[in-house]
């Protein structure tokens, strides 16, 4: 898998009362495939929650190779690490302009900070996770 991609994913829900297989989006490095043992995603959801900063439209019509059928919406706030073993396929993936969008929403929600000394984001362990370079110290 690489970031970008568009996964179905075993989805536990918050009460771990049970899952859901659902869509979502990878939102980790690729330099760290084969370095952690999990996959960090980005939920995907036809609910929108219309609460300013926190997801991004995805319209298929626009990202067509998504293999989204419905205007979704990448919801920043719930972000899963989850085993390899948990997702099910691939069925597409988004668009740069789409995954720019993605990783400007997850500053936002995740309190991180465009540029500097680390460790300036509160979640550091997820902004690191996130980096889409080798240093621990930007998101260029």
């Excluded at 298929?60 to 920043?76: D, I, N, R």
Aim: aromatic residues 8%.
């Amino acid at each position: 898998m690489n970031r970008g991609d568009v996964v179905l994913v075993d989805w536990l829900f918050s009460d771990r009362t049970g899952s859901k297989l659902r869509p979502a989006v990878v939102v980790q490095a690729d330099f760290l495939n084969g370095l952690i043992d999990d996959t960090v995603l980005v939920q995907i959801t036809t609910t929108a929650h219309a609460i300013p900063g926190t997801e991004v439209r995805l319209d298929p019509a626009q990202e067509t190779a998504s293999g989204l059928m419905h205007v979704s919406f990448a919801s920043c706030m719930n972000i899963l690490t989850a085993d390899p073993d948990t997702i099910d396929q691939t069925i597409g993936y988004l668009s740069d302009v789409a995954m720019q969008q993605i990783e400007d929403c997850l500053k936002k929600c995740w309190s991180c900070r465009s540029a500097g000394t680390f460790p300036r984001c509160r979640r550091f362990a997820v902004w690191l996770r996130l980096c889409r370079c080798r240093k621990s110290v930007c998101w260029n």
